[in-house]
């Protein structure tokens, strides 16, 4: 049976290789078909092609699966390195045919995923800026509005909030008409009646007074006026017209109660143009601000719904964090794959006994523990002054940047661990010098189970 490994398919794969045959005049020197001539030839190139592009560990596990990787031949040629670092670090040479080929569709559709989040948040994220760009300038319109209010009732603006509404709504300025023209006055006056019992004390104590030529009552102190307010409304006295009120107090008097609430002469100090305009921004602005939160827990709903895996949390997360943070979750992708090729179950962001939290952990079946400390950027890796505290719980240690050669300068981790990129995966570059083993290795153990089950859970 020719496998790709056997010495058959070995003498063919040389002849090959050394351009002594060519493959259709195999099965003239060699007892196979035509077809297994080309497998083989197929097979020779993928060898030479993962020889080239392919991390030590993954093409080891090329050659020793034979013919079996053909399920592959068209991730090889579309040269997916990454797409074959993923499938054949997470496999042995034991993998049937079928099971490479789901493996593959498993990719694809792992893919597929990714690319209906990114699409899918692109456009969410895109809403999100233009709500956000909306709100601004909402905001930017209220303050406007709010500034010409400001200035039209500088008078008011001493005074408490509610005492401000009150005073809008109530105060104004006196307009005449002069050659047809409607010319305002500086004279506040009352715009709406008050509380008849509080605005004939008003009167008593001058403080308003009737004016008959021009049939208006005139605020002669506004801070009095004001004091007066205050002290009513502390007393729980009537201040508000209350028609129902005033008709039951005008039944044994010679007057009617008038039904409008509103004098005739005079104008609101802000139009009703520009109520109506402030009103309905800040309604506006709510339902953008609304908007904004939806959209902000759509996000992060889709999140949790589409991840399934850390490397698919990466890419989530870059969508939406600043660069470090994404440089950061793509080493620790990066460091998982690695230690699971090795033979560990490996977790992340591994909470400690002590507090601290590891970012990739792993244990193998003699219960080894292997932790590895991300670092982004140089800032990272030089203020990290507590990675001692980690040696009490793992039997290995070891820093991972984005450096291709250890940091010139590595202050009090001269004795850390480290590891290094090398192509498409990582070398150990250093042990840590210094002498240490996991305590309460049942514990930690437990703990990565915990982080992995949580990411199953919870997709996070």
Same mark, same amino acid.
């Given at each position: 049976?020719?496998t790709?490994?056997?010495q058959? @398919? #070995?003498?063919?794969i040389?002849?090959?290789?050394?351009?002594?045959?060519?493959?259709k005049?195999? =099965?003239k020197r060699?007892?196979?078909?035509?077809?297994?001539?080309?497998?083989l030839?197929?097979y020779?190139?993928?060898?030479?092609a993962a020889?080239? %592009?392919l991390?030590?560990?993954?093409?080891?596990?090329?050659?020793?699966?034979?013919?079996?990787?053909? +399920?592959?031949?068209d991730?090889?040629?579309?040269?997916?390195?990454?797409?074959?670092?993923?499938?054949?670090?997470?496999?042995?040479?034991?993998?049937?045919?079928d /099971?490479?080929?789901?493996?593959?569709?498993?990719?694809?559709?792992?893919?597929?995923?990714i690319q209906?989040f990114?699409?899918?948040?692109?456009?969410?994220?895109?809403y999100?800026e233009?709500?956000?760009?909306d709100?601004?300038?909402?905001?930017e #319109?209220?303050?406007?509005i709010?500034?010409e209010?400001?200035v039209?009732?500088?008078?008011?603006?001493?005074y408490d909030e509610?005492?401000?509404e009150f005073?809008?709504?109530?105060?104004g300025?006196?307009?005449?008409?002069? #050659?047809?023209?409607?010319e305002?006055?500086?004279?506040?006056?009352?715009?709406?009646r008050?509380?008849?019992?509080f605005q004939?004390k008003?009167?008593?104590?001058?403080?308003?007074?009737?004016?008959d030529l021009?049939?208006?009552h005139? *605020?002669?102190?506004?801070?009095?006026?004001?004091?007066?307010?205050?002290?009513?409304?502390?007393?729980?006295?009537g201040i508000?017209?209350d028609?129902e009120?005033?008709d039951r107090?005008?039944e044994n008097k010679?007057y009617?109660?008038?039904?409008? =609430?509103?004098?005739?002469?005079?104008?609101?100090l802000i139009?009703?143009?520009?109520? /109506?305009k402030?009103? /309905?921004?800040?309604?506006?602005?709510?339902?953008t601000?609304? /908007?904004?939160k939806?959209t902000?827990?759509e996000?992060?709903?889709?999140?949790? *719904?589409?991840?399934? @895996?850390?490397?698919? +949390?990466?890419?989530?997360?870059?969508?939406?964090?600043?660069?470090?943070? #994404?440089? %950061?979750?793509?080493?620790q992708?990066?460091? &998982?794959?690695?230690l699971?090729?090795?033979g560990?179950?490996?977790?992340?962001?591994?909470?400690? =006994?002590? &507090?601290?939290?590891?970012?990739? +952990?792993?244990?193998?079946?003699?219960?080894?523990?292997?932790?590895?400390?991300v670092?982004a950027?140089?800032?990272? !890796?030089?203020n990290?002054?507590?990675?001692k505290?980690?040696?009490?719980y793992?039997?290995k240690?070891?820093? !991972?940047?984005?450096?291709?050669?250890i940091p010139h300068?590595?202050?009090?981790?001269?004795?850390?661990g480290?590891?290094?990129?090398y192509?498409?995966?990582?070398?150990v570059?250093?042990e840590?010098? *210094?002498?240490?083993s +996991?305590?309460?290795?049942?514990?930690?153990? !437990?703990s990565?189970?915990?982080?992995?089950?949580?990411?199953l859970v919870?997709?996070?």
């Amino acid at each position: 049976m020719i496998t790709g490994r056997d010495q058959l @398919s #070995q003498e063919i794969i040389k002849d090959l290789t050394d351009k002594t045959i060519k493959v259709k005049d195999v =099965p003239k020197r060699y007892d196979v078909s035509l077809d297994q001539a080309k497998r083989l030839s197929r097979y020779l190139k993928i060898t030479l092609a993962a020889n080239k %592009h392919l991390s030590e560990s993954v093409n080891r596990k090329v050659h020793l699966m034979g013919l079996k990787v053909l +399920a592959l031949a068209d991730l090889f040629k579309n040269e997916d390195w990454e797409g074959l670092e993923e499938i054949l670090s997470s496999v042995n040479e034991n993998i049937t045919r079928d /099971q490479l080929k789901q493996r593959v569709l498993s990719l694809e559709e792992k893919r597929e995923r990714i690319q209906a989040f990114l699409e899918e948040t692109k456009f969410k994220i895109k809403y999100l800026e233009e709500s956000r760009k909306d709100a601004r300038e909402k905001i930017e #319109q209220l303050k406007s509005i709010q500034s010409e209010i400001k200035v039209l009732t500088n008078d008011f603006q001493k005074y408490d909030e509610i005492t401000r509404e009150f005073l809008l709504e109530h105060v104004g300025i006196y307009q005449r008409t002069s #050659q047809g023209k409607n010319e305002a006055t500086n004279t506040l006056i009352l715009i709406k009646r008050l509380d008849s019992l509080f605005q004939k004390k008003l009167k008593n104590m001058g403080i308003i007074a009737y004016n008959d030529l021009k049939y208006t009552h005139e *605020i002669n102190d506004l801070d009095k006026f004001v004091r007066a307010y205050l002290e009513r409304k502390n007393k729980r006295g009537g201040i508000i017209w209350d028609f129902e009120k005033e008709d039951r107090r005008a039944e044994n008097k010679t007057y009617f109660a008038p039904s409008s =609430p509103y004098y005739k002469k005079g104008v609101q100090l802000i139009g009703e143009i520009l109520l /109506q305009k402030m009103e /309905q921004t800040k309604e506006d602005l709510k339902k953008t601000e609304e /908007q904004i939160k939806e959209t902000e827990k759509e996000i992060q709903d889709l999140r949790k *719904i589409s991840v399934k @895996s850390f490397s698919e +949390a990466v890419l989530a997360s870059n969508m939406l964090s600043a660069k470090e943070i #994404q440089k %950061h979750g793509e080493l620790q992708y990066k460091a &998982g794959k690695w230690l699971y090729s090795k033979g560990y179950v490996v977790g992340f962001e591994v909470t400690l =006994p002590n &507090g601290r939290r590891v970012d990739v +952990a792993g244990f193998n079946e003699n219960r080894e523990i292997i932790f590895v400390e991300v670092k982004a950027s140089d800032n990272d !890796f030089q203020n990290d002054k507590k990675w001692k505290e980690y040696l009490l719980y793992c039997d290995k240690f070891y820093f !991972f940047g984005d450096w291709e050669f250890i940091p010139h300068s590595k202050d009090d981790k001269t004795d850390a661990g480290f590891l290094l990129k090398y192509g498409n995966t990582i070398e150990v570059c250093s042990e840590t010098a *210094i002498e240490h083993s +996991a305590k309460n290795r049942d514990t930690i153990i !437990f703990s990565i189970s915990r982080a992995i089950s949580k990411k199953l859970v919870y997709g996070y």
